[in-house]
């Protein structure tokens, strides 16, 4: 998961001429993500010009997070990611970003000429024009109380998408005014839904839900992101970038609970677990064909699917081709075993990280 950051900060700069299958995938990445004003879920054209977006409004979780779980937070209780090595390369101190540095949304806004989008909950006097987040870091597509009837019980947060939904929609007359001002700005915004649902699933894992429970979440956790997409769309939506979700049998938390002596579970290139690779790729296979069904539905909106399962994976398959040191499945800060990764309850996410020497100094993002 967390080596695309790494991937976005050190190509980010270089410009769009340059892209090349070596190199930089990002501005590559981003052009066919965003720049591509009629662009659908399974057609690119290569003559089309890159939009003026006036703002970005985005959902999701910890993939996103600008700074509201800490926003969210109780003073005398803060997350980890209130504090160092959380900030410490870009910020230079803590923002409430999951990461030592940006996330994607910050490099998307960085692209689009746009400010780094503010998260909402808990923001005094923050100006909104250029863009708002509501993404969460937790949170799920699927309601909290629906996962607890499952027996998907978590203590991290309770601001699913459908709650980050209705806050969008109650803070409607202050982020905009008038219904027609609104509808304008929901018009000529990117729409960042997500990444989301990649909880309901780690959080089903965690609890040990068989795969095939697991399984069973996949169509409702599609639906859910679906309906949130189709009510924006009924808002004025026009520009909505999907993300998918990422190869989580690369990860230093799944490859430390599921290690096994059995060679042949894992992939003898990248070294990630096929079978948990293969669950995120059902996901993202079972989006694009809903999302592919919306674009149908609605011609005039462009519905654009960001393949981070693939881009990510691409990097675990050439790791020194984008700048990785050895190790790349390895958590930067955690301690003994072959990921040093440290599965403390409740799981200590700034373990999910990696390393990069840019410019000959090391970063890493934290997950």
């Known amino acids: 998961m967390s080596p695309l950051f790494l991937f976005f900060d050190k190509f980010i700069h270089q410009p769009l001429t340059m892209a090349s299958p070596d190199s930089p995938l990002l501005m ?30 985005s959902f999701g979780d910890s993939i996103a997070d600008t700074g509201n779980l800490l926003g969210l937070s109780d003073p005398n209780e ?12 870009f910020f230079h101190h803590p923002t409430g970003r999951f990461s030592n540095g940006r996330l994607i949304i910050d490099f998307i806004a960085d692209f689009l000429g746009l400010p780094l989008v503010p998260p909402f909950y808990g923001s005094q006097n923050a100006n909104f024009e250029k863009g708002v987040n509501f993404a969460v870091a937790g949170a799920t597509a699927l309601e909290r109380s629906f996962l607890e009837k499952k027996g998907i019980l978590f203590p991290h947060t309770n601001v699913s998408l ?32 997500g990444e989301i649902g990649g909880n309901d699933y780690n959080y089903a894992f965690f609890v040990n839900k068989s795969i095939e429970e697991i399984k069973e979440l996949i169509p409702l956790v599609i639906t859910t992101i679906s309906s949130a997409i189709t009510e924006l769309i009924g808002m004025g939506g026009r520009t909505i970038l999907v993300p998918g979700d990422f190869p989580l049998g690369c990860s230093a938390t799944y490859l430390t609970l599921y290690q096994t002596s059995n060679v042949e579970a894992y992939d003898p290139l990248t070294g990630c677990l096929t079978w948990l690779n293969k669950y995120g790729k059902n996901h993202g296979e079972q989006l694009r064909v809903e999302l592919n069904r919306l674009q149908k539905l609605y011609p005039h909106v462009n519905i654009i699917y960001a393949d981070y399962y693939n881009a990510l994976l691409r990097i675990y398959q050439d790791p020194t081709k984008f700048g990785f040191m050895k190790r790349p ?37 934290i997950i």
């Open 28 to 57: 590559k990445l981003l052009f066919v993500f965003i720049c591509l004003s009629t662009f659908t879920v399974t057609n690119v054209s290569s003559e089309t010009q890159c939009r003026q977006f006036k703002s970005i409004i």
């Open 329 to 365: 499945l390895s958590a930067c800060c955690g301690v003994g075993g072959p990921y040093n990764f440290t599965p403390v309850p409740p799981f200590d996410w700034s373990c999910l990280s990696s390393e990069i020497k840019d410019n000959g100094k090391l970063t890493r993002t």
């Open 78 to 89: 803060l997350p980890h990611v209130a504090f160092p090595p959380y900030g410490e390369t």
């Open 162 to 193: 459908g709650v980050q939904i209705s806050s969008f929609k109650e803070s409607l007359p202050k982020l905009c005014g008038s219904p027609s001002d609104c509808r304008d700005m929901i018009e000529n915004a990117l729409i960042l839904m």
